[in-house]
Structure formats: structure tokens, C-alpha cells
């Protein structure tokens, strides 16, 4: 479970990124964030594993406040939650299988991981996770021969090898094309169900949002300006968290524009 509590966050140039926010998320959950640019999207996915530390109030993750966290408290944290990013952030010229056993970092000692002996069942963990987003058959390809797509899937896997209880995913699909970013999305929710993960996205586009999400949050000016099931939302409820008419490029990420 997370739970923000009366949070903000001031950047250090005066910059308001979260104001007073109170948000609950229950296990399991698949939430999606939307909002303009700049309404603090990023800043609110961020602050759950401490990329960012707000500043204000109180952020529990699993019971536990923290934001007094550091050294392995911090880096705990930050292996119960996974993160996925718009530009995958893989080793490129790394394998496929490297990438992804990266994931068991977190819970193997360090001269282990400096040695590179990882257990049998962290491999075989990591190869399962290949098989899980479909992509086993590249495992000892290097990572900048893959296609964005797959190398988000990749960088799926190895979220997975992490076995988190959390997963945000920032942005994950903005630099894919339509129909590649549907199958990511979908990747994301069968392993949010299979798993329980919860899991917490920040998508721009918002036929992708509506078709995916249990719950929408609407952000706008570091604020909370919505947050519901993802059923109740309409193009109108975009129009009050946008504070404007809706554009067709605000859609784009629907199967109508695949081709
Ligand atoms: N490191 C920083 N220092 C100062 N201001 C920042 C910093 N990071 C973000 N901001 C500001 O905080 C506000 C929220 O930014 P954030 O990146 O969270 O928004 P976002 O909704 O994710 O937008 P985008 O989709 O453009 O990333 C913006 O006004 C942004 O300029």
C-alpha cells in the first residue's frame, strides 16, 4: 500500500513539483497518472522510490514513512520498487541476459554481483521472465540490436527478475508507436494481474489511459484535480484535468491510428 499524506515537494529553485497531496494506493492496483505537461506526473511517481524526496507531509510505502530513508533502507526501498523508463535504460552494449539479471542486484551481495555468480535460480528466474513479455529467443542478443519495443520488453523482464511488490513505469510507451505501445501496455496489466503488482503508470495519451487503467488520477499545477475509476471517466473529465478542450493529438495512442 501507498499512501501520501498531506505531500508536497518544493524543488530546490522554488518550483511547487506536488501540493498537498493525499492519495491511497491498495496492493494490486493498476493506476494511471495523466496530465499536461509539467503537472507533476513524474514528480509523483518519482518520490515513491526517492528519485525525489518531498518535502512536506508524510509518504508511506508498505506502513513505513519513508522519507527518512538512507543507505540500505534507501536502496530496500528501491528494490521492492521497480521502475520503468520512457528510454529503457539498458546497458546497450550488454546482453539481453546480463540487462536482465541486473534485476537480482538488490538481493545478491555485492562481491557476488561484482563476481557475477548468480545462483541457478536467479538465472532461471531471469530466463522466465524473458518467456513471460515473449522475448526468451533474444537472450544473448545485445540490447541496442533490439527494436524500442523490445527493448522496453526487456527492461519489463527485468523488473520482473526484481521481484517487486511496486512497479512505476514512467512514461513507458512515449517513444513507441501505436501498436507496439498497446502491446507494452499490455505486458504491464498482465503482469499487474498475474503478480499483483501494483503498478503505477504516467501515460500521455488518453484512449491508452481509459483502455488500461483501474483508476485514473488527474494531475494539473503539482494538484490531485481527479481521481476515480477509470470507468466513470469521460473525454469531459480530461477536459477539467487538462483545464481545456481536448486536441486530437491528446488520443493518439489509440488502435485507429495504428497504421
Ligand atoms: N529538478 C527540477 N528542478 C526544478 N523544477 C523541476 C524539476 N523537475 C521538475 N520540475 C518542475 O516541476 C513541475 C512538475 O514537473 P514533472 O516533470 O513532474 O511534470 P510531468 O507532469 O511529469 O510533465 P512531463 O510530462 O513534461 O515530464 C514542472 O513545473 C517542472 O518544470
Same mark, same amino acid.
Given at each position: ?10 524543488? @530546490? ?31 509523483? *511517481? ?19 514513512? +519513508?522519507? @527518512? ?6 536502496? =530496500? ?10 528510454? !529503457? ?5 550488454? /546482453? ?14 555485492? %562481491?557476488?554481483? %561484482? ?6 535460480? #536467479?538465472?532461471?528466474?531471469? !530466463?522466465? /521472465?524473458?518467456? &513471460? ?8 542478443? &545485445?540490447?541496442?540490436?533490439? $527494436? ?7 527492461? *519489463?523482464? &527485468? ?5 517487486? #511488490? ?5 512514461? @513507458?510507451?512515449? /517513444?513507441?508507436?501505436?501498436?507496439? /505501445?498497446?502491446?507494452?501496455? $499490455? ?15 504516467? %501515460? ?21 484535480? !481527479? #481521481?476515480? @475509476? ?15 478542450? +481536448? ?8 488502435? =485507429?491510428?495504428? $497504421?
Amino acid at each position: 500500500m501507498i499512501e501520501f499524506n498531506n505531500v508536497s515537494l518544493t524543488y @530546490p529553485n522554488g518550483t511547487k513539483g506536488l501540493k498537498d497531496i493525499n492519495v491511497t494506493i491498495n496492493k494490486g492496483e493498476f493506476v494511471v497518472i495523466v496530465g499536461l505537461s509539467g503537472a507533476g506526473k513524474s514528480t509523483f *511517481i518519482r518520490s515513491i522510490n526517492r528519485m525525489v524526496t518531498t518535502t512536506d507531509g508524510e509518504l508511506r510505502v508498505n506502513g513505513d514513512n +519513508i522519507l @527518512p530513508y538512507k543507505g540500505k533502507k534507501l536502496r =530496500d526501498l528501491r528494490t521492492n520498487v521497480g521502475m520503468i523508463f520512457q528510454h !529503457y535504460n539498458l546497458v546497450k552494449r550488454s /546482453s539481453v541476459m546480463k540487462n536482465v539479471i541486473a534485476g537480482r542486484l538488490g538481493h545478491t551481495g555485492t %562481491l557476488r554481483t %561484482l563476481l557475477q555468480l548468480y545462483s541457478k535460480e #536467479d538465472l532461471s528466474l531471469a !530466463y522466465t /521472465s524473458l518467456q &513471460r513479455v515473449n522475448i526468451a529467443e533474444k537472450v544473448h542478443a &545485445r540490447a541496442d540490436e533490439l $527494436s524500442g519495443g523490445q527493448q522496453q520488453r526487456v527492461s *519489463i523482464a &527485468r523488473v520482473l527478475t526484481q521481484e517487486p #511488490d511496486i512497479l512505476l513505469a514512467d512514461e @513507458p510507451v512515449a /517513444s513507441l508507436d501505436p501498436p507496439t /505501445s498497446h502491446q507494452v501496455m $499490455s505486458y504491464l496489466k498482465r503482469v499487474n494481474q498475474e503478480d499483483q503488482i501494483t503498478t503505477i503508470v504516467n %501515460l500521455h495519451f488518453i484512449d491508452m489511459a481509459m483502455e488500461y487503467a483501474d483508476r485514473i488520477i488527474g494531475m494539473r499545477g503539482g494538484e490531485v484535480v !481527479y #481521481d476515480g @475509476p477509470a470507468s466513470d471517466v469521460t473525454e469531459k473529465t480530461f477536459e477539467e484535468i487538462y483545464g481545456r478542450t +481536448i486536441r486530437e493529438e491528446d488520443k493518439v495512442g489509440g488502435e =485507429d491510428h495504428a $497504421s
